[in-house]
Every structure is written in structure tokens, then in C-alpha cells.
């Protein structure tokens, strides 16, 4: 059986739940949904990240203890995560014992092998970034990202011999072209490798919040060290419960692009000095953006909103889940960045969803209630619109199996279109009760049903409501999917369920 391992990045539980993270999350989930409908035995990893002196900061400056605060902090985001219908398989918290065994089997290992040691590190760190920086690197000794002053830092640490693995680095990107995609991004980390990899610092001692190092316990790991290896916790690597050797080689890690240099470059390079494969493929996207429009009434705070004052959930009870979903799916090509507005949310809304879907599932519910008796008639054989189906299935196929969840779902949307240009063309509406009326019903709702299993890893309670509405018992993914999606499937007879609008028009904010 195949398999397929993804891993949204760890989130840090400083900050709550916005809607970029919520950008990461649900591309994740949708691609598991995806490989688990193909019926891939899949494992989806998401989590936080609870180390770090941002964190240490945070819960200070909430009169707490690191401990606390992480309770509490984490668990926002599994609440974001149920709000979003996310389903994950595993939530890792860097703060659990697991956790901190692995981290020191894995370093434990780079150690042995030769590739840590110690000096003093002097230079230049972003608390925001929880980064390095050297006065090169800095705009003009403040952060480049951040814009904050950098603090002078200077510690005796252990240091990663990251410069011993430029020519290996450069080997795994020449035989797997595919390691890291988009193209544009491979060639960015390829840039950085090329120009030179130095050495880098791997633990703290001004902090005591993290992984305590166990060669020298006065030592934690730096929290981007210690937070990596996140994606090996969860498959048990060095623990009693491994299995890195069934989920590992069909890893694939989904980030955001300010994170490509930790994932493309120094990652692969710790696994290779621990003496283990590199991830199998790493998939950047872009970010959001918010343009100049406004957001809604409600999300606007004085002088405008920032994408990180959106939480997913302000969205979800605005538009559903289902719709939100959709939205961040279909809006932006994984790898670019994209315009988050709430003029393009309720576009969208009203475009593809209320108009496109949700009128073709109500005019065929409409027609079959009156004119059919309410049972859904079969479709034919050879249809004009299997041609349609057909290439629908294809297209949504190929585009989830490349990470392009925007370029599935145009497909999807593409039988929609057709189904109802079909449906203009035949005017079942003019037609009297009888077998021409009933062929043309039945073919459209075996359309129907079949993009209720194309966009089920996308908005799955939406496609198990459509299904219900058509007669079928259970949901759409819940047959594989090489065999649900083929046309013909819909055998006709099921009780018809007009029920309420899916998608209730909104009316777009005029200010
Ligand atoms: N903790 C690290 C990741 C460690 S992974 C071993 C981190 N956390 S984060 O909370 O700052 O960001 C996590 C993810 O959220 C990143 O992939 C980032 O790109 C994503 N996003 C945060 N803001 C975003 C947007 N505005 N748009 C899209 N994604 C964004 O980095």
C-alpha cells in the first residue's frame, strides 16, 4: 500500500491562531484527505512549537511559567484547528517527554558522529525570528523581517558543522529535482547553498527554556534545532515505538517560504549527519497578504486590520467552514502569495460556491422533487457528460497528487460548469415527466455525485451534504476512490432531499 506523511509547520504558541496559519493547516489537511480518499495509508503531523525565548518572553510578560503558558497557548490551536474541521492524526507539542527523548537520541547521534563541537558565538540574534544574524546579513544592525534592533550576543555554544555538507546538499538536490517545489523555490535554496554554508550555533546557555543538551546539560538546544526534529517524534525515531522506516521515506514537510532555509538546507543536512535519509520532499507556499482593501466592519480595527488580527474562526461563523476552506484553497497557487480580502472571500462565495454549486444542486433537487417523485433516475451509459466527468476526475487527480489543491479544485469546478451548461442546454425544466427527463436528471446527478467525491478533501462536510441530498448513504470518501469516481456509479432510486440552500447569497460590504 502506498503511503503519505505530511507535516504542517509547528506553530508557535505565542501568537494565536490567524489566518495564516490557518493557510498551512488546511492545505495540509486537504492533501491528507486527498491521499487517504486514494486510499494511501496516510499520517498528517501538525503541532506547536513551545521552546525558544519568545516563548520564555511571552509567559513572562504573562505572569506565568513557560509550562503554563504553553497549556494554555496550545491548546488555542488545536480549537482553531476543530473550528476548521481539521483532521489531524497526531499533535505534537516540543513540550512532551517524547519529544525531548528523540531530540537527544537524534543530536546524541550527530554528535557521536563527529559533526558538533564547541566555540563562542558572537553575533547578532532576532528574538522574532529566533535567528542568527551577522552585520551583512541585518539591515544595518535591525532585523530584516522584523525591523526590531538585533541583540549582541556572545556564549560559548556547540556548534553544527553545516559547512561539511555543501557538497552533499548540492548531490541530493542534482538527483532529486523534486526535493523541494515549486521550481522557484528549489532555486532559491539552491542559491543560498551555493554561496557558502558556515557553521551554526545549536544551543543556549542565557535561556533554560528548551531541550536540555545531554552531553552538557548547562547547554538547551536552540529552539529551531530542537524543533525540527518535531517531524521525527512523531513516527517514534530512536524510541521504542520507531517507525521512521515506514513513514520517513514518504515524508513530505508543507511550510511557509521565510522558513525554506531551516527545511531545505540545514535539515536535510542534520539528517544526513545524524546518519538518516533527508526528508523525501519538502512543498513551499507563499503568504498571505492582506491588500489595501478593507475587511469586513467587524474585523476592521481602527486604521485598517493585519492578517494576524484574523482569527480563522471570525471567518468560519461569517462564511462556514466549508466555505472558508474553499476559499484558501482555491484563491492562491500553492507557492505564490495571495491577496487575502474579505471582497475576494465573498466573490468567491457567491461566484463558485452559491452560484455554481449550490444552484446546480438545488435546480436538479428541485426538478427531480417535482417532476421525478422525488427518487433520483439513473444516468445513461454514454452521456455528453461522462466526456466532462472524465476529464474532471483526470485533472482533480493529477493536480492533488502534485500539491496543487487550487488547480484540483478548478478542475472540479470544471464539471460543475459543464453540468450546468448541460443543464441550460436541455431545459429539463420544459420537459414533461418520462424517460428523456429522467436520462437528463439522472446524468446530472451522477455529476453531482461525483464532484461531491472530488471536492471532499477540500470542504468534506459540504460534499457529505450533497450526497445525503442525493439519495446516497454514508459520505463520499468513505469508497476508495478509484473505484467511486468512475462514471455510472449513481444506480437512481435514492430519496431526493431538497433541504435549505447550501450557500445563501451574501451581500459584499459597500463602505
Ligand atoms: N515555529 C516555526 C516553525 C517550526 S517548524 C519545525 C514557525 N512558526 S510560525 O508560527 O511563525 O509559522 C508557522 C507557519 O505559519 C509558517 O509556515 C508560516 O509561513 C505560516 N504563516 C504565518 N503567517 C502567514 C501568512 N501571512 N501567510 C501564509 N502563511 C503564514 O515559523
Not at 496559519?21 to 506547536?48: C, E, M, P, Q
Not at 548531490?171 to 532529486?176: K, S, V
Not at 545524524?274 to 507556499?285: D, M, Y
Amino acid at each position: 500500500m502506498a503511503r503519505f506523511y505530511i507535516t504542517t509547520p509547528i506553530y508557535y504558541v505565542n501568537d494565536a491562531p490567524h489566518v495564516g496559519h490557518a493557510y498551512s493547516t488546511v492545505n495540509a489537511d486537504a492533501l491528507a484527505r486527498w491521499h487517504r480518499l486514494i486510499g494511501d495509508d496516510t499520517k498528517f503531523l501538525t503541532g506547536t512549537d513551545e521552546h525558544g525565548q519568545k516563548v520564555a518572553d511571552a509567559a513572562a510578560h504573562n505572569s506565568m511559567s513557560p509550562r503554563e503558558w504553553t497549556d494554555v497557548t496550545s491548546q488555542r490551536f488545536r480549537e482553531a484547528w476543530a473550528a476548521l474541521d481539521i483532521r489531524y492524526d497526531d499533535f505534537i507539542r516540543t513540550t512532551e517527554p517524547r519529544h525531548y527523548e528523540t531530540v537527544q537520541k537524534f543530536l546524541t547521534a550527530v554528535h557521536d558522529n563527529g559533526y558538533i563541537y564547541k566555540d563562542t558565538y558572537q553575533g547578532l540574534y532576532c528574538v522574532s525570528c529566533e535567528d542568527y544574524y551577522t552585520l551583512e546579513s541585518s539591515d544595518e544592525g535591525r532585523c530584516p523581517i522584523h525591523g526590531r534592533v538585533l541583540t549582541e550576543m556572545r556564549e560559548e555554544n556547540w556548534f553544527f558543522r553545516l559547512s561539511a555538507f555543501e557538497d552533499r546538499l548540492l548531490a541530493l538536490y542534482e538527483t532529486h529535482p523534486q526535493f523541494v517545489t515549486p521550481e522557484t523555490k528549489r532555486n532559491e535554496a539552491l542559491a543560498f547553498i551555493k554561496g557558502g554554508l558556515r557553521d551554526i550555533s545549536i544551543t543556549r546557555t542565557s535561556i533554560s527554556w528548551g531541550v536540555p543538551v545531554p552531553w552538557d546539560p548547562d547547554h538547551v538546544f536552540y529552539v529551531w534545532y530542537d524543533a525540527l526534529i518535531n517531524y521525527l517524534t512523531a513516527v517514534g525515531y530512536g524510541r521504542e515505538d520507531d517507525e521512521t522506516s515506514t513513514w520517513w521515506p514518504h515524508s513530505h514537510h508543507l511550510i511557509g517560504k521565510e522558513i525554506l532555509r531551516f527545511h531545505c538546507v540545514w535539515w536535510p543536512a542534520m539528517c544526513m549527519a545524524a546518519g538518516l535519509e533527508p526528508v523525501s520532499h519538502v512543498q513551499v507556499h507563499g503568504w498571505l497578504l492582506v491588500g489595501g482593501q478593507k475587511l469586513s466592519k467587524t474585523m476592521a480595527a481602527e486604521g485598517g486590520v493585519k492578517l494576524t488580527d484574523i482569527a480563522p474562526v471570525m471567518l468560519t461563523d461569517e462564511f462556514g467552514v466549508d466555505a472558508v476552506r474553499y476559499y484558501l484553497l482555491r484563491e492562491t497557487s500553492l507557492g505564490n502569495d495571495g491577496d487575502f480580502s474579505h471582497e475576494g472571500i465573498t466573490a468567491r462565495y457567491n461566484t463558485d460556491l452559491a452560484n455554481n454549486l449550490g444552484n446546480l444542486v438545488a435546480r436538479v433537487t428541485t426538478i427531480v422533487a417535482s417532476k421525478c417523485d422525488g427518487r433520483g433516475p439513473a444516468p445513461e451509459v454514454d452521456s455528453e457528460l461522462r466526456d466532462a466527468a472524465q476529464t474532471a476526475i483526470i485533472d482533480t487527480a493529477l493536480a492533488w497528487n502534485r500539491f496543487a489543491p487550487s488547480f484540483a479544485l478548478e478542475a472540479t469546478w470544471g464539471l460543475i460548469g459543464a453540468t450546468n451548461a448541460y443543464l441550460e442546454r436541455r431545459a429539463p425544466w420544459k420537459m414533461s415527466p418520462g424517460e428523456e427527463l429522467d436520462a437528463v436528471m439522472g446524468n446530472a446527478l451522477e455529476a453531482i455525485r461525483l464532484v461531491a467525491i472530488l471536492a471532499s478533501p477540500a470542504m468534506p462536510a459540504v460534499s457529505a451534504n450533497i450526497w445525503w441530498r442525493i439519495g446516497l448513504e454514508g459520505t463520499p470518501s468513505d469508497e476508495e476512490f478509484a473505484q467511486s469516481a468512475t462514471w455510472g456509479r449513481y444506480r437512481g432510486a435514492g430519496l431526493i432531499e431538497k433541504g435549505q440552500p447550501l450557500f445563501p447569497r451574501i451581500k459584499a460590504v459597500v463602505e
